[in-house]
């Protein structure tokens, strides 16, 4: 099984996950935000990741250094279960409908961290979340798991649904690539025979 746990303690922040990317997509998820637990629910179920993650943070003054740590905490867990990363299919390129919005998300699990955010918001919050914040959380995850990550919403109307195609975009992506292809599940899906690094 490709199991990882990961705390961070910060003067900020105090987050623990663990984390099953051989699951069934069962979740318990509590960060005191009620958008942002939605989405996590989201990226766990539809992924297949099991997710228990729980986070106590500064949200007196935002809610910005609990999302962004949430997303470095679930990345590291991610990069720590997969390993030497043997076997995955690395590559992924989804695009989910959700009414009248679509989004594609194209992922790389190389261990090399990149973010292209081509999403944009027309209201400044959903709920009491501020809209900027996730693509602080999409950089933080593509940073700590070391993925290279495109997210594009090609068009749509609502906000609620352009963000949560987001995330069940990664979600779906990261059960494609992360899984393990039968016919090469002994050897890293690269020519270099390793993962991570350079170009």
């Known amino acids: ?104 998300v194209s992922i790389d699990v190389s261990g090399r961290p990149y973010l292209i955010w081509k999403v944009a918001f027309t209201k400044p919050k959903l709920g009491d979340m501020d809209t900027e914040l996730f693509k602080e959380w999409f950089q933080a995850f593509a940073q700590a798991a070391g993925v290279t990550l495109h997210v594009e919403n090609l068009y749509g109307e609502n906000n609620h649904h352009i963000v949560e195609s987001c995330y069940k975009g990664l979600a779906r992506a990261l059960r494609a690539a992360l899984e393990i292809d039968p016919r090469k599940a002994d050897a890293v899906p690269s020519t270099k025979g390793t993962l991570g690094g350079t170009l």
């Open 1 to 104: 099984m490709r199991t990882a746990s990961v705390e961070r303690l910060t003067n900020e922040t105090k987050i623990k996950a663990d984390l099953n990317l051989d699951g069934s997509g069962t979740y318990d998820v509590e960060t005191g935000i009620g958008f942002l637990d939605h989405m996590l629910e989201q990226l766990s179920r539809h992924s297949l990741i099991d997710l228990n993650l729980k986070a106590e943070g500064d949200l007196h003054i935002d809610f910005h250094h609990t999302t962004e740590d949430s997303g470095i905490v679930i990345g590291q867990a991610v990069a720590d279960a997969l390993g030497d990363m043997k076997g995955i299919r690395r590559y992924a390129d989804v695009h989910i409908p959700m009414d009248e919005t679509l989004t594609r």
